[in-house]
């Protein structure tokens, strides 16, 4: 067994004037060396920023929506067996006129994959944040711990996300649920729902719960196991400076409740994350 697991990676930039070579690295491409002997090695794995800040201020019209897309795309491509890293880029590259580039290859030494993805990510693509600057709150934050929980246990670019509710209940309806996965004959779904503030956002997954479980079952043929993730309790009284925010905080998790949606913590989503691996097999 290596110590160490020799790997390769490619930074994947975002080119917003190629005559001037200015550009914005935005993710990594990070595979394992296949050695001697070896029949078979784990596929390339990929990964782009969070922070589409630098982006935006380098190109105000560029398309962040159609950039996030292109990860999960690139992912699916390199899960296929026996594909190659550089043809998938190219066709990449090309479908957006090479406004997004991959660099040449780079040597790496890596105690695990997950780990050295992390690093390179700091390294690259993630800006150095201040230490003033503002920490994310309320569902932006309890939104990137689900993140950062599915990437750790490899399963992210296996789910399904931003997924349009409109297909199980009616044309229109505007709710996107944040994660999805579908292990056997049920469909888990994940949804950031942050009670900090107000509970309008619990009330509005809790009327759309009935509809939604019944448009899985008549659409997929498939059980809705529906998952809000909100704040931990602990977190919102110290938060609190009166009573009121805490019946708030408990008049939503019981508003959820009432329609069968399971109520978990951040804290609960190493384990959730966990489970999904297992379930999926990674």
Known sequence: MRERIPCEFFLIRYVADAVKNEFVNIGVLLREVQMPGESEVAPAMVRFTRDWGRV???????DVAMLEALESEVAQRLRLK????????KVLEESFSNAVQITEVKACLAESVITEMEQLMRLYVEPLKLKQSRKRTGRAAIAAAMRNQFERAGVWALMRKRVGVAMYTRAGDPMRID???RPNGVIRMFHAVSLEGDVEA??????SAPRLTEGVQRVEQATLELTAIVEPLAAMR?????????EQYRFGVETMEQQSIRVLTVNDLERVAAAARR???V
């Open 179 to 181: 994660y999805a996965y």
């Open 279 to 281: 379930e999926l097999r």
């Open 202 to 207: 619990a009330k509005v997954l809790a009327y």
């Open 56 to 62: 935006r201020c380098m190109d105000p019209d560029a």
């Open 238 to 246: 110290e938060a609190a400076d009166d009573a009121e925010r805490l």
């Open 82 to 89: 026996g594909t190659e890293v550089l043809p998938v880029m």
